[in-house]
Every structure is written in structure tokens, then in C-alpha cells.
């Protein structure tokens, strides 16, 4: 055995000690403060991080003044005394918030009957992040501008969409049919959105009288043929901004101590990726607020991570490795230089994917073989745990219907992982591809259900450590040339102690997918993946997407649009029309049935996995189980959505989280409704 696979066996026997103690580490929540002293750091369910805050003595400027409206249960901030609304903040300098839907619609002779021109004008030190965000057009008789400010002079860009025929459409392409989507410029800091029409849809009248403009964040939003009709119930969509502190450069801001903003010790200044003012981080090796005076703290190093191989647990673990030596030594460890020649130095043409913790590469090895090359985005120390994680978590698996690790790469600062190379893409984009989905029949369909479920299955029951995967979806299940389904993306799962049955974590995983009763408690079990499979069950049967600000606001969540279908025994109304056959009517209500038992509220009022797995292949073979046949009594059975439970935003650890919007809007009787009241900007 040569010196580099000792020392991957050697590596991975200190990871697997660091991760089974990794669990009650994540629980911890960080030990600093994030706002100024006697200063709320909240708002409802949002963090307010100085330079921010909700009174004068608390925020750095007033810039950075947030209301927090308490009229809402729970309360919800905004944009000094704007409308607003923000969701999310972030040190690292962006900020989400929702923003308005411009509407031109008309009646069937052709006379206007609603229009609006939403505009937003930031307070100074905020711009519009143009590479998350969209300018966006939805119409079939459509043209739209968007104008405003950046930097000191004025910007207008827009684009057109014409259709003629609802069959024109295509689903998640914006490309002027329908829908178009452009880019707009750097450090825009207003915005003003005009839409026009060129026949008062006239010539579309039978299946299209209204258009839609909005600028929105373009990973929170995806063009389907229903957005003719169902944006009218939309008010707002999520945007990211961008925030930095003054208008200068770190080198003109230090020349002023009084008011320069970084003011931790152990803090440094650097510029943004858009060009504007500056930002301040914490040193390497520190975490906190770089803002506060002493905000950054050093980071608490696990307890014997170098030592760990000498202690007791340690040559137990080593011994337990040395007899799994045998399938170990089938995971290569690759070079730098190779993996630079497969993916061509890692060229953007050879990007096959993008998401998680990292960026997805095609590769071709000197023997000819085909391969994904996993990248972490940057070396942070969060990143690298995930990189860890999932390399502790697939060198335990050996599973056909899992996505193989082939080795990964030591040598680079960067963490690398291989694996082999899964040609057919996601299971997402066959069900949410207008043209994949007419060729993946029910049969097709139910089939990678059964082998999705019997994979978590075997996670949760026959692994030699349980594992949970936490993050289940129709993206993270890939297909073969064969349509045989290769779960994937491990980065985020965990190894369950043989004596527990659930663990203590910040909540992590995907909105839409989440576990509500692991979101309210942070007590994450194997039936949080149960409630993720029922999603992807629903995704199936409807092809319809987990979250969608598309669909009317009470609809947005698919889950509990589906339990709310059931419950009104309209089942067939909802699913998708490439699924419904006279002769499989039968089966499709039984998995509806085996969905909707995935999706009770309580975790043990779930079926396992195994259970689930076993209905499913029973259904191909004809048979039945009993478990599918219990109800359960009063308002259990129905979701926590249908409850009233609303917090689709999902906190994750590290820089790994997917966020949704529950989008409750304001309404507004005029454009002077939504205008943010601004400073003197000095621009």
C-alpha cells in the first residue's frame, strides 16, 4: 500500500471521530454577539446583525435603519419605514427582501383594467446585485423596461415577450416566448419597472390579458406556462441587495479611525465584488461580528483532532478500518495534475453543475473514463467540513443506487471529490423539462421511486452506521443512460449513533423538502427523510415543483397544496396529464396514499422508509400492506402548512442553505404606496 492511501485510511479515521462527535458540536449555536449592546438582535424569525438596527443608538447610519412591525404574527422587518420587506441578512453583505410585481392587464374588448409601475429607490450604501437577479417579463403581448440610477447617471434595458399560442410556451425557458429574462447592470440603486403591450391582447385574448414585470432573484423563480394566469395573485417576489459601508475605498476609510467600520482587532477591510464602498471580514481562524469592537473571536479548535489516533477510540477505529482495508483500496487518490487535464484546468465549458457546497466538473481520464470532479467553491472552513463529511459518509456505502465515489485529491487546497460520471442528468429536470417529462411514462416514474426509497432505506436500516441523508430531492437523485435512478449529494448527511434515533442540528436542507417538525424542533430523525421523499413522491405524481412563487400564495408549498387536494378527494384534478391512464387510476391514488402518509406533521406517525419502499414495490407487483390503510385521528394527519405553519425559509449551516419565501404581501393602492424614502445619497 503506498504512502498516500495510508494516509487517506489515516485521515479517515480522524474524520469519522470529528464526525461522530459533529452533531452536538452543530447544535451549539455561536458564542458572540452579533448586535451592539442593550440593541435587539431580532426581529421575529430575523437576525439584525450590527451595522444594523431598530433604533438610533443601535444601527451604524440610517442606511442601516430597519422597522420591525410587530402589527404581524410573527413580527416582519423592513427597509427603514418602506415597504420593503426584508428576509434575510447577511454580514458577508447582501440582504434579501421582497419586491413589488408590476401588472398590466386588460378585458376582452381590449380596455386597460389594472396597471401598476412598481419602482424601489434604496437608501444609500445599498444596490442591486446584478448577478442574482433577473429583470423579468411574463406575457404573450408584452414589452417592459427597466430604468433608474447607477453609479451617477441613468440606465434603461428591457426586452419583449410575444406568443401566439398557449402551445408556445416552454417551461423554464425565458427566452421571449412568453417569457424573457435579461441582466442588468452593476450598482443600480433604483429601480422603476414599465410594461406596455403592442395589440391590448387582442390577438391573445382566449388565453392571455395581462403581463408582468419584476425583478427577482433568478434561482428563486422558474417560468411555467401557468404564470399567464396565476401571477395575478402574486404580490411580491424575493430580490437580493447588496450593502456596503461608505462610498470609498479601504485605503481612504482608514485614514479616518473614528469612522472606519471595522472595528474588531482581529478584523480586515476589503472591497466587493461590485466595485462600491467596502466591507469588513474577520481575520482566518476568527468568526463574529467584524463591525463590533471585538466581534471577532477565535475559533474553539476540537479537542485532540492531531492526538486523536493515539487515544483508546482511536486504535478501535483503526482496527475497524483495517478490516474494510480491502474496499477502501478501490478509492483512488488522484493528483492535482490529473484531475487539472480532465477537466481542462477546470474550464466553465466543462461545468455540469453548480450547487451544495461546490461546482460539478465533467472529466476524462487518461484511460478513457468519464468522471464528475466536485470542487469546493472556497476554502472555508464550513466547506470543508461538508467535503469531509461526505467523504466519511460514501466510503461506508455500497449501494448500485448510489452515485459512486471514485477517490478525491489531497494535494490540492481546495477539497476535491470524484465520482463517477451520471450521464442522464437529474430526476428535476426529467420531471420539470416540458419535453423530458412527455417521454418519463408513470411506469418509468414509480420505478425510481421504488429505487430512490429502497436506497433510504438502506441508509436508515442497513448501513453499518445509520445514515440520514438530509436533503432529499428530485435534484439530488440522478439518472442513467437506462433511467435507473443514483442518489447523490451526501455533503450534508449524518452518521447516527447505533443507541439514538435522532440527533440535535441546526436545521439544514432545502425549502419545499423540509421536515416541518425537524424545522420547529431542530431534532433531525430518519423520518425527516420519510416527509423529503413524500415531496419527491408529489413531484412525481403532479410535476409540479416543491416551491413556487408562482402559484397562488396559500398554494406555494407543494406539500401543502397536495394534502389539501386530498383532502377534498380532487386528487386527479392535480396530477400531471402524461401520468393519468384509465388502466393505472388505482395505483396512482394508492402512492398518493403512500405520499400523503410521508407528509403527516408528526415524525411518528410516519412510515419508515423500509415500509414505504416495500408498499411501493408492492404496488408493481400487485400486492398491499395494511400500514397504508390507518388513519390517524383529528388534525394530525393534516401538514403543519395546513396549520398555519409558514416558515418556508430554510437555515443552513455553513454557506450550503437554499432559501424560500412565504411572500405574504402588502398591498398597495398606488405607486407612492412602495416608494422607500431616501437620504441625501451623494452618489
Request: charged share 20%; aromatic share 10%; proline share 4%.
Amino acid at each position: 500500500m503506498g504512502f498516500l492511501q495510508i494516509q487517506f485510511l489515516n485521515l479517515l479515521a480522524i474524520l469519522v471521530i470529528i464526525a461522530s462527535s459533529q452533531s452536538s458540536l452543530s447544535a451549539t449555536p455561536p458564542n458572540f454577539p452579533i448586535a451592539k449592546p442593550n440593541c435587539t438582535d431580532r426581529c421575529g424569525n430575523l437576525s439584525i446583525p450590527y451595522p444594523f438596527g431598530t433604533t438610533p443608538e443601535c444601527y451604524q447610519r440610517y442606511s442601516f435603519f430597519v422597522t420591525c412591525n410587530d402589527t404581524f404574527n410573527p413580527p416582519r422587518a423592513f427597509i427603514q419605514n418602506s415597504s420593503i420587506e426584508i428576509r434575510d441578512i447577511s454580514l458577508d453583505g447582501q440582504l434579501r427582501a421582497l419586491q413589488f410585481i408590476g401588472r398590466d392587464c386588460y378585458s376582452q374588448n381590449g380596455t386597460r383594467v389594472s396597471y401598476n409601475k412598481p419602482w424601489i429607490q434604496l437608501p444609500r450604501f445599498f444596490t442591486v446585485n446584478n448577478t442574482a437577479n433577473k429583470f423579468t417579463i411574463i406575457g404573450c403581448d408584452t414589452y417592459g423596461f427597466i430604468a433608474g440610477w447607477w453609479l451617477s447617471r441613468n440606465y434603461t434595458t428591457g426586452c419583449t415577450s410575444i406568443c401566439y399560442a398557449e402551445d408556445d410556451l416552454i417551461g423554464g425557458s425565458c427566452a421571449g416566448l412568453g417569457c424573457c429574462q435579461i441582466p442588468i447592470p452593476k450598482q443600480v440603486w433604483q429601480v422603476k419597472l414599465t410594461l406596455k403591450s403592442y395589440h391590448n391582447f387582442s390577438n391573445v385574448s382566449s388565453f392571455n390579458n395581462c403581463s408582468y414585470a419584476f425583478l427577482v432573484e433568478e434561482s428563486a423563480f422558474r417560468f411555467s406556462p401557468e404564470n399567464l394566469t396565476n401571477l395575478r395573485n402574486v404580490k411580491k417576489l424575493p430580490m437580493v441587495l447588496d450593502w456596503a459601508i461608505g462610498n470609498g475605498t479601504c485605503e481612504e476609510a482608514k485614514r479616518n479611525a473614528s469612522s472606519y467600520a471595522c472595528k474588531s482587532v482581529n478584523s480586515t477591510c476589503y472591497k466587493p465584488d461590485n466595485g462600491y464602498g467596502y466591507r469588513c471580514s474577520c481575520f482566518e481562524g476568527y468568526q463574529g461580528n467584524p463591525y463590533l469592537i471585538n466581534g471577532c473571536q477565535e475559533k474553539k479548535k476540537k479537542k485532540n483532532e492531531r492526538n486523536v489516533l493515539s487515544s483508546k477510540r482511536g486504535v478501535l477505529l483503526q482496527e475497524k478500518i483495517t478490516r474494510r482495508r480491502k474496499s477502501l483500496d478501490t478509492a483512488t487518490i488522484f493528483s492535482e495534475l490529473e484531475l487539472q487535464k480532465a477537466t481542462n484546468n477546470f474550464h466553465k465549458d466543462m461545468i455540469i453543475g453548480q450547487g451544495g457546497f461546490g461546482t460539478v466538473y465533467k472529466g476524462f481520464l487518461s484511460d478513457n473514463r468519464i468522471v464528475a470532479v466536485k470542487k469546493s467553491k472556497k476554502v472555508n472552513p464550513d466547506q470543508v467540513e461538508q467535503f469531509i463529511n461526505e467523504m466519511i459518509i460514501l466510503s461506508q456505502i455500497n449501494n448500485r443506487n448510489i452515485v459512486k465515489l471514485l477517490g478525491c485529491c489531497l494535494e490540492t487546497e481546495v477539497p476535491l471529490l470524484v465520482y463517477e460520471f451520471i450521464s442522464n442528468g437529474s430526476l428535476f429536470e426529467h420531471i420539470h423539462d416540458e419535453t423530458k417529462a412527455h417521454s418519463l411514462s408513470w411506469e418509468m416514474r414509480l420505478k425510481i421511486a421504488v429505487e430512490t426509497a429502497n436506497v433510504l432505506a438502506y441508509l436508515h436500516s442497513a448501513a453499518s452506521t445509520p445514515i440520514i441523508h438530509r436533503d432529499v430531492k428530485s435534484a439530488n437523485i440522478l439518472l442513467d443512460d437506462n433511467l435507473t435512478a443514483k442518489v447523490s449529494d451526501f455533503g450534508d448527511s449524518r452518521l447516527v449513533p447505533l443507541d439514538q434515533t435522532q440527533l440535535s442540528t441546526m436545521v439544514h436542507g432545502t425549502s419545499g423538502y423540509l421536515d416541518p417538525e425537524y424545522m420547529q424542533t431542530n431534532k433531525l430523525t430518519a423520518k425527516s427523510d420519510v416527509y423529503s421523499f413524500g415531496v419527491v413522491l408529489v413531484e412525481l405524481l403532479t410535476g409540479k415543483t416543491a416551491l413556487s412563487f408562482a402559484r397562488p400564495e396559500e398554494d406555494r408549498n407543494l406539500a401543502n397544496l397536495f394534502l389539501s387536494i386530498m383532502k377534498q378527494e380532487r386528487l386527479f384534478e392535480i396530477l400531471e396529464d402524461n401520468v393519468v391512464k384509465q388502466e393505472n387510476n388505482e395505483q396512482l391514488m394508492k402512492v398518493a396514499l403512500v405520499a400523503k402518509s410521508c407528509l403527516y406533521v408528526k415524525g411518528d406517525d410516519r412510515p419508515s422508509m423500509k415500509e414505504v419502499a416495500i408498499e411501493l414495490e408492492g404496488l408493481i407487483l400487485g400486492e398491499k400492506h395494511p400500514w397504508i390503510q390507518t388513519e390517524h385521528s383529528g388534525e394530525d394527519k393534516e401538514s403543519m402548512l395546513e396549520a398555519g405553519f409558514s416558515g418556508s425559509i430554510n437555515v443552513g449551516e455553513g454557506n450550503s442553505t437554499s432559501i424560500g419565501f412565504d411572500s405574504t404581501s402588502i398591498g398597495f393602492d398606488s405607486v407612492e404606496d412602495h416608494i422607500v424614502p431616501s437620504e441625501g445619497r451623494g452618489r
